[in-house]
């Protein structure tokens, strides 16, 4: 029984390895391990899910050095990590079954099928993680499973660049957020989540240690999740293949941010101050992606930025929220309708002969109704329409932020209306209208092992929001004192976003709308790149100075030189005379007989 | 008697040794030199080592001496030309000379241990030759066998060093 | 009775000859011969121990006169080489004046 968690752990892993020595034989045997592997996870998990929680779980104690510093390698299974098990497996048994049918054609299947199954290890590990070590090391090996996977196409340059940005911008906020850790248990001693949570009240008397530690905590998650200002790497993600993007960087890892804070909540909320810092980042993020997103022309970059702001839902909701279930609430619906829309979408690009410009397609709703109808479906619960699953978890969160944060609240209702704009802005544009490229004009519907999985996930799209699905996986409570007019204005602005997308685009050949502060990404990259070139050549500059004028001067030169002049001084003493020598020499001895013998 | 001895066969040395130093011509400071080995060979039968004493009149005065004199007659060198006294060599020549034989008077007058006569032997008779080599391949047998590798490479070296086109 | 002292005054003596010869002639060959008065003197002075410091058995002890016996066969040695060198010095420079000889001037 309570080998369970770690056969769900391990058996991606084995997949993995198999498939590296022999999938390069098979393609076959590699999808068939790695659909496997997952498959068991989903079992497993579910049935997992359906047993009361164990007490204690085996931990082997990686690194072991007694007192001072002890490492364990152990699972925790808990409500939290139960329901994160069966949204993981289940996402990933269909995704990767829709892969087989998405990299029918592509080149490096058994690489694609071996990634897929490291980084399905991975996310487990930070899954079932009970100590924050474990926790980070699986955070850095889904990095890397990120980079092998987004540079599938490593041939092509700009997916090379994206899987180094990705790495890269991750790395940084995983600076901080080891920093985190390690004040965390410099303070406490401990590094189990168990432990910390109930430890809380020891910083009492330096309420800013713990802040500064939670804030450096939360870095963590502002690189993995994409917040402001780490979000670079997430649009540039889509260079990957779309189960790629779907199933890493819509619904799983870049949840895993989420999903950390969600396990410290208790720690979070006992420092107030760290929370305004959450929620701020959180709130600017989610409106800001949204406004991004309304002027971008590539299909998986709309999702992308739609991805990053709703994660900003998450963590506005982490900060707001009385309980972790809130957000973890959003997390869930939003794995699966975002997953369903990637999935379209690449259902979209493989029928388009993998053209990603939305304003290349148009009128494929009668070429692929299947994928028309799903994306429809997918987008109403992304838009918040009621009676879909978004609906219910997105308001949540923006009840408890109007109550908490009114500014940040107001700021994601109007997040809401951009939300639905954009979302069938897509719609109007890629489905409707004239065809507007020869792709366009002869596309197809895709294979059934690619509709299948669209069929399942757009069934939990759908009903994942509703009462009965969400006791069964969470409890959340209502707040108080949310403003009435809150419900009206949402639906509202949902009926706007929708009306004002179909007034703008129905038939329309190109965007009527320019914004290039928006289309530019609100020149963000820019001033990345104005900061690499500029302060780290400077640095590099000032260095190098340093080196040449202090360094070499002070280390260098100065013992050569003394090294030279002692020389030349000492030269003198060779005066070629063999007498002049023995004299040296007797004079040498005869001055240490006396030093010996007579001292 | 014995002290007679001594002081003839030590005056015969050291008036030969100064003899070597202020010989101008190369062959009379050689023939000096043979002398003055051959009193020290007679300062060694004193001091009752007789193989010493003969190995010293055999090899030093006998070889070595001989060779310095096939080399003289080689290079065939004349006596040295009057030169000009260099002020600056016989000061240092007697500042070490001075220094060292200080040193070693202080030495040798402070210690009572050194004014002792020669002490008596259990027995006069003493077979000199077979105590040395016995000393000699017991003890020292490692020392003496690398001995004859040395002398073997000497003759190596000068075979090189002598040979007419040595850069 | 001659004491050891009289014994290392003389050794002394020659030694500091040996020195004065090789500090004060410039001739190389007539150096040579103060070094070989130098290594003569230290023969003598260990001969003179070796009589002097009996051994539990009453006989003189032996071993300063088998190092005198090693030094002996080293100064052979030396002296082979070494007027081998001033063969080949003299050949290269047609001088044996020890004046002449100071290329490792600097």
Same mark, same amino acid.
């Given at each position: ?599 | ?167 | =009775?001659?004491?050891? *002292? $009289?014994?290392?005054? %003389?050794?002394?003596?020659? @030694?500091?000859? &040996?020195?004065? #010869? ?15 008065? =130098?290594?003569?003197? *230290? $023969?003598?002075?260990? %001969?003179?121990?070796?009589? @002097?410091?009996? &051994?539990?058995? #009453? ?48």
């Amino acid at each position: 029984m309570s080998a369970i968690p770690w056969i769900i752990l391990f058996t991606p892993l084995a997949a993995a390895a198999v498939i590296l020595f022999l999938g390069r034989f098979s393609k076959l045997l590699s999808a068939g391990l790695a659909i496997g592997s997952a498959a068991v996870g989903c079992v497993l998990s579910w049935w997992l899910f359906a047993q009361p929680d164990p007490g204690e779980t085996a931990r082997f104690y990686w690194l072991d050095f007694g007192e001072a510093l002890r490492i364990p390698i152990g699972v925790t299974v808990d409500h939290l990590s139960k329901v994160m098990l069966v949204v993981v497996t289940t996402i990933a048994t269909l995704v990767f079954t829709y892969s087989v049918g998405y990299m029918k054609t592509e080149e490096g299947y058994w690489r694609y099928f071996a990634g897929l199954s490291l980084f399905l290890f991975s996310m487990l590990g930070i899954v079932l993680a009970d100590n924050f070590v474990m926790m980070f090391i699986f955070w850095e090996l889904v990095g890397v499973s990120s980079y092998i996977l987004i540079g599938h196409y490593f041939k092509k340059e700009s997916a090379a660049d994206a899987a180094k940005q990705a790495f890269i911008v991750n790395r940084i906020g995983d600076f901080g957020f080891m920093l985190g850790i390690l004040l965390l248990w410099a303070a406490t001693g401990t590094l189990m989540f168990s432990e910390l949570t109930g430890r809380v009240a020891e910083f009492a008397s330096n309420p800013i240690y713990l802040t500064v530690a939670c804030v450096l905590v939360f870095c963590g998650t502002v690189g993995k999740s994409a917040q402001m200002p780490l979000h670079v790497w997430l649009p540039n993600s889509m260079e990957g293949p779309t189960p790629v993007s779907s199933l890493l960087h819509a619904a799983t890892m870049v949840a895993a941010g989420v999903y950390m804070l969600a396990r410290i909540f208790p720690i979070l909320h006992a420092v107030p101050v760290a929370l305004d810092v959450i929620a701020w980042v959180g709130g600017i993020t989610c409106f800001a992606a949204a406004l991004m997103a309304t002027q971008q022309d590539d299909i998986k970059r709309i999702l992308a930025y739609s991805t990053i702001s709703q994660l900003g839902y998450m963590v506005l909701g982490v900060a707001s929220a009385t309980s972790a279930d809130v957000p973890m609430f959003h997390l869930f619906t939003h794995a699966f309708f975002k997953c369903l829309l990637f999935l379209c979408a690449g259902s979209v690009i493989v029928g388009m002969h993998h053209e990603q410009n939305i304003w290349k397609m148009g009128a494929l709703k009668n070429k692929m109704p299947f994928t028309f109808l799903a994306m429809v479906v997918g987008s109403l619960a992304l838009s918040g329409c009621p009676l879909f699953s978004g609906y219910y978890s997105k308001d949540l969160i923006i009840e408890f932020a109007v109550v908490k944060y009114p500014f940040l609240g107001w700021l994601s209702v109007a997040t809401a209306g951009l939300t639905a704009f954009y979302t069938f802005r897509l719609i109007f544009v890629v489905f409707l209208g004239k065809p507007k490229d020869d792709h366009a004009k002869h596309a197809q519907e895709s294979p059934l092992v690619m509709l299948v999985p669209l069929a399942c996930l757009a069934l939990p799209a759908w009903v994942a929001g509703y009462g009965f699905v969400e006791k069964f996986f969470f409890h959340v409570e209502e707040p108080a004192n949310v403003p009435h007019l809150l419900h009206p204005v949402l639906l509202v602005l949902f009926a706007a976003g929708v009306l004002s997308a179909f007034l703008l685009y129905r038939g329309a050949d190109k965007d009527p709308v320019s914004i290039p502060f928006f289309a530019n990404r609100l020149y963000i990259d820019n001033v990345y790149g104005w900061i690499v070139k500029n302060i780290q050549d400077g640095g590099a500059t000032v260095l190098s100075w340093a080196d040449r004028w202090i360094v070499d001067l002070l280390v260098v030169q100065v013992p050569s030189k003394l090294a030279w002049a002692c020389g030349f001084v000492l030269r003198f003493l060779q005066v070629g005379n063999i007498q002049a020598y023995v004299f040296f020499f007797g004079a040498g001895v005869v001055g240490l007989l006396y030093f010996l013998i007579m001292r | 008697m014995q002290l007679a001895l001594f002081c003839i066969f030590a005056a015969f040395t050291l008036a030969f040794g100064l003899g070597v130093v202020f010989f101008r011509s190369p062959v009379s400071s050689a023939m000096s030199l043979v002398m003055t080995f051959i009193g020290l060979a007679a300062l060694f039968v004193t001091l009752d080592a007789f193989f010493i004493g003969v190995v010293q009149v055999l090899v030093y005065a006998g070889a070595v001496m001989v060779l310095f004199l096939f080399i003289i007659m080689l290079l065939d060198l004349r006596a040295d030309q009057r030169r000009p006294v260099k002020l600056s060599a016989w000061a240092g020549g007697g500042i070490v000379v001075g220094g060292f034989l200080a040193i070693l008077s202080q030495v040798v007058f402070s210690l009572p241990a050194l004014e002792q006569t020669k002490p008596a032997l259990a027995n006069p008779a003493v077979n000199d030759v077979a105590q040395v080599g016995l000393a000699l391949f017991r003890n020292f047998n490692l020392p003496f066998q690398v001995i004859g590798v040395l002398l073997l490479v000497s003759t190596v070296g000068v075979v090189v060093l002598s040979r007419r086109e040595l850069k | =009775m001659p004491t050891l *002292a $009289n014994y290392l005054i %003389v050794s002394g003596l020659l @030694f500091s000859i &040996g020195l004065a #010869g090789v500090l004060l002639r410039r001739n190389i060959l007539i150096i040579f011969m103060g070094l070989e008065l =130098m290594l003569n003197a *230290a $023969n003598l002075s260990l %001969v003179a121990f070796s009589r @002097f410091n009996l &051994g539990q058995d #009453g006989l003189p002890g032996y071993n300063a006169q088998v190092l005198v016996f090693f030094i002996i066969t080293v100064a052979a040695a030396e002296v082979a080489v070494g007027l081998a060198i001033i063969v080949a010095l003299y050949r290269m420079r047609q001088t044996t004046h020890v004046e002449d000889l100071d290329t490792l001037k600097f």
